[in-house]
């Protein structure tokens, strides 16, 4: 009950979990899954630049909102369309490191397009994880879409989406935040504003201070959250749900992140970022942040933070040579799955369409012919 735990915290909840409602287990189960997404993604840049992977994309410095901001919702029940930083939330809302890499290395049975889409571009239909696409903001109709089918059919789901700030300058945010807001959809965008789209600072993207103040043109709460702050993240999206839940709307969150990398393992980003703002971006990066907080709190212990280190190195060891085994996607396949086909009658992917649709027995098929798949 809570008032117990105010005075008198159960076993296994101190202060700082109840501070926020969760206990502390589920505090080192979000720091676990910022630290794996950390390494994920160290992982593939090793990869990158031993020749292995062809492209990443970064969630460095992204990780802690991520995973506050996703670990509110509910699995395979409520709907995220993430973007290309979004490891730490896939990671949250059900995906695996091994998935991950299997989409880096583009993989027949990677679990995301068996190979079909370009790397970074996760999805996961069992844990109701949308693909993502390339031209930045197309994710928004599709969450507020899936929003507003919650709402019709009463379902209790809610939907998510993130991006960048650059690309909540789209127009397609607008018609999504007036849409949701005039039907008080059951919507949460989630803006990870790190400062730059590219090599475009802030100032040249936005006139205002925050993406946040916008929020209340279109008829709906805008929250600006310090995106280091695992729990400040955790506590703002916890609310926005509880929002979304009772049927009160939409929320828009803006969480103020920093971009440890470069925009991608194509860019330099000393070419156009000031070496001082590049030398102080490690002190305000969530994961040393928030291993701090665990450990003064009495959560995280050094022994437990040295294990869950050991353990966070062999999975990701373990997915990586799981995924260097698997075999590249056949040529002729090439055509499969990139239009729509007769799905579900047909039988599906190899790497699976979520519950209730087995991938047993593809295997077996013939490929069809490029002169068949030409005319999906
Ligand atoms: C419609 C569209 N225009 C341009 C691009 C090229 N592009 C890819 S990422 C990016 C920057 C996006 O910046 P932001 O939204 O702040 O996200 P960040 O990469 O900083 O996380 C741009 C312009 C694109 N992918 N799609
Ligand atoms: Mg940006």
């Not at 996703?70 to 939330?89: G, H, N, Q």
């Not at 993207?205 to 925050?210: G, I, M």
């Not at 929250?223 to 609310?239: H, K, M, N, Q």
Request: charged share 20%; proline share 6%; glycine share 8%.
């Amino acid at each position: 009950m809570a008032v117990t735990r105010k005075t008198r915290p159960a076993p296994g909840t101190s202060e700082l979990a109840a501070s926020v409602g969760l206990t502390d287990a589920d505090l080192v189960a979000m720091y676990r899954t910022v630290a794996l997404a950390r390494a994920v993604d160290e992982r593939m840049w090793i990869l990158n630049r031993a020749g292995r992977i062809p492209f990443v994309i970064s969630g460095q410095g992204h990780e802690g909102a991520q995973v506050g901001i996703a670990w509110p919702l509910e699995r395979k029940k409520d709907f995220i369309a993430p973007f290309y930083r979004s490891i730490a939330t896939c990671l949250a809302f059900g995906m695996t490191a091994q998935d991950i890499l299997m989409a880096q290395y583009a993989k027949a049975t990677d679990p995301s397009s068996g190979g079909r889409q370009m790397p970074g571009h996760y999805g996961n239909a069992e844990n109701n994880l949308l693909s993502l696409s390339s031209p930045v903001a197309t994710q928004m109709l599709h969450a507020v879409g899936i929003a507003l089918a919650a709402k019709i059919r009463g379902s209790g789901q809610v939907a998510m989406t993130s991006m960048g700030e650059g690309s909540s300058n789209q127009g397609d945010v607008h018609e999504g935040l007036n849409f949701a807001a005039i039907h008080r959809l059951p919507f949460i965008l989630v803006i990870e504003n790190n400062g730059y789209a590219i090599s475009v600072p802030a100032a040249r993207q936005l006139a205002t201070e925050n993406v946040a103040d916008r929020a209340s043109g279109y008829g709906m709460p805008g929250v600006v959250v310090d995106g280091s702050d695992v729990l400040a993240c955790y506590t703002a999206s916890r609310e926005a749900v509880e929002r979304a839940r009772r049927g009160d709307g939409p929320t828009l969150i803006e969480a103020k992140v920093i971009r440890l990398t470069a925009h991608s393992s194509d860019d330099q980003q000393t070419k156009y970022r000031p070496e001082q703002e590049l030398a102080e971006l490690r002190s305000h990066d969530a994961l040393p942040r928030f291993r701090d907080q665990l450990a003064e709190a009495g959560v995280l212990s050094d022994e437990e933070e040295a294990r869950i280190a050991a353990e966070i190195k062999a999975e990701v060891d373990a997915a990586t040579d799981y995924s260097e085994a698997q075999p590249d996607p056949d040529p002729s396949t090439a055509m499969r799955w990139v239009f729509a086909e007769d799905w579900p009658s047909e039988t599906p992917p190899p790497w699976g369409l979520g519950d209730g649709h087995s991938a047993a027995g593809h295997a077996a098929e013939e490929p069809r012919s490029a002169a068949e798949g030409a005319t999906d």
